[in-house]
């Protein structure tokens, strides 16, 4: 399996089963991620040697998810509905980008069984992401789940002005009915959020 990131992560991970396409797909035991160290102007080449290649599937990290959209053969509904992929893989010579964010993000919080009608303690979700629409499907999943707010992250590497952050958090308090906190972090996110813009975005009833 290849990996094509921004920045080296030095760690192996150990995979038994990969979600690919609603069903599960047996990879072994044990399997390395390839990594592949790139920059931006060099995605079209990369995925254009990746179609000639016999590959099982690729992970694509920040910022890239969004990037290589114009070069793969096709997008399943759930990249087409965040415009966001992390996971490439391959059908008769295809690549096709697929999203497995959203289902994780799920997963990972029922497989924790938490008791949410006997909670006795606040439940907030970290539903930020570079994409917008990615950030609302996180938000809403978060709220399926039962969480009590989503703690939202101003885009990252993305470099948005105040007005793209304002909009960005206001479309998502617009479609998603759960109280959300703004997380400004900006040496995480190369962006700061302005007490200009946290005035104007405290006038939405669900950022709190």
């Given at each position: 399996m290849d990996d094509l990131i921004k920045q080296m992560i030095k760690s192996n991970l150990k995979i038994e089963r990969y979600l690919i396409k609603d069903f599960w797909l047996d990879l072994g035991d044990m399997q390395y991620y390839d990594k592949k160290l790139i920059n931006e102007g060099d995605i079209e080449g990369i995925?254009?040697?990746?179609?000639?290649?016999?590959?099982?599937?690729?992970?694509?990290?920040?910022?890239?998810?969004?990037?290589?959209?114009?070069?793969?053969n096709q997008l399943t509904s759930l990249a087409k509905e965040t415009n966001s992929v992390n996971t490439i893989y391959s059908v008769e010579g295809k690549l096709i980008g697929h999203n497995t964010d959203i289902a994780g993000f799920e997963l990972g919080i029922r497989h924790l069984k938490y008791n949410i009608k006997d909670k006795k303690v606040f439940i907030f979700a970290g539903t930020g992401a570079n994409s917008t629409k990615e950030a609302i499907y996180l938000s809403m999943a978060a709220k399926s789940a039962g969480a009590d707010a989503a703690l939202l992250v101003s885009p990252y590497y993305n470099k948005p002005p105040q007005e793209g952050i304002y909009y960005h958090h206001m479309k998502i308090a617009d479609e998603v009915d759960i109280p959300q906190i703004l997380y400004n972090v900006p040496s995480r996110t190369a962006s700061f959020i302005e007490p200009e813009t946290v005035l104007r975005l405290s006038s939405h009833k669900n950022i709190i």
């Open positions: 995925i254009n040697e990746l179609k000639n290649d016999n590959i099982s599937g690729i992970n694509v990290t920040v910022p890239l998810k969004g990037l290589v959209i114009p070069f793969l």
